[in-house]
């Protein structure tokens, strides 16, 4: 079974404005315009969510970069799920390396917001992987292993097969370092063996699975030629619409 590559754009703190987002993907939606079997989000920050009026009856869907697990009340700074489905969203990326390291979001943390994801019918994208000194040691699986166990707890098989997992080494975001296409094939594999042990062959079979970590032109079509890699989160390369766009690209060329 082929699952459909899906490329995710993060913009992180980046072109903020809906003036600069709207520019960037004016230019990008002429470039993709043709792409059918590739499905592509893109993630600015909250500032620039209005852009979602811009790829309207486009092959583009847009995404947030994280939310609450309340709709409502005393949460300062945080964003309601509510809000960003009233937007139009209809993608959330959950459990980012750079929201467990540095803001201490937790595995019990994430799983309340995958929950509240779910319920609000927002597509959840969720974030696992391991930092440099635990793969040096060997201990990626145990981190994958934990992370699934606590991110995904409490999940049905029916709410799990709507869930895009994006696997990236933290050692390798915005380093310009690339785990190996046989590397990152290789976790892909383990947690589709994780998914097969937890639920079954079945819903290890139909969860697509990112790359991401540092994905460029350069590296993309190899990284989705494997046959357990369904695509990238991709970081810094989303910013541009030739490099972004090359990259859609490959990973249609990769079915």
Request: charged share 30%.
């Amino acid at each position: 079974m082929r699952r459909i590559p899906i490329i995710g754009g993060n913009w992180k703190m980046h072109r903020g404005t809906p003036e600069d987002a709207k520019e960037m993907l004016e230019e990008f939606i002429q470039l993709v315009k043709d792409i059918e079997n590739v499905e592509i989000v893109i993630v600015p920050p909250y500032t620039a969510l209005s852009v979602v009026n811009v790829v309207k009856n486009t092959n583009i869907k847009i995404g947030a970069q994280n939310m609450y697990y309340e709709d409502k009340g005393a949460f300062t700074g945080e964003i309601s799920p509510r809000f960003l489905k009233a937007l139009g969203c209809e993608y959330v990326i959950l459990g980012h390396s750079e929201r467990r390291d540095i803001f201490k979001e937790d595995d019990d943390l994430i799983n309340k917001k995958l929950k509240k994801a779910l319920l609000m019918e927002l597509n959840p994208i969720v974030c696992i992987g391991e930092h440099l000194e635990e793969r040096e040691a060997g201990k990626t699986k145990d981190v994958i292993r934990t992370q699934i166990e606590g991110t995904f707890k409490d999940l049905t098989k029916e709410q799990m097969i709507k869930i895009v997992i994006a696997y990236e080494p933290i050692w390798a975001i915005g380093t310009g370092k690339t785990a190996t296409p046989d590397q990152a094939d290789e976790v892909h594999q383990y947690i589709r063996d994780l998914l097969n042990e937890k639920y079954d062959n079945e819903t290890a079979e139909l969860v697509r699975i990112q790359y991401g970590g540092s994905v460029k032109p350069t590296n993309a079509l190899e990284l989705f030629q494997k046959s357990n890699i369904d695509g990238g989160l991709v970081g810094g390369a989303s910013l541009n619409a030739d490099s972004f766009s090359e990259i859609i690209k490959a990973a249609e060329n990769s079915n």
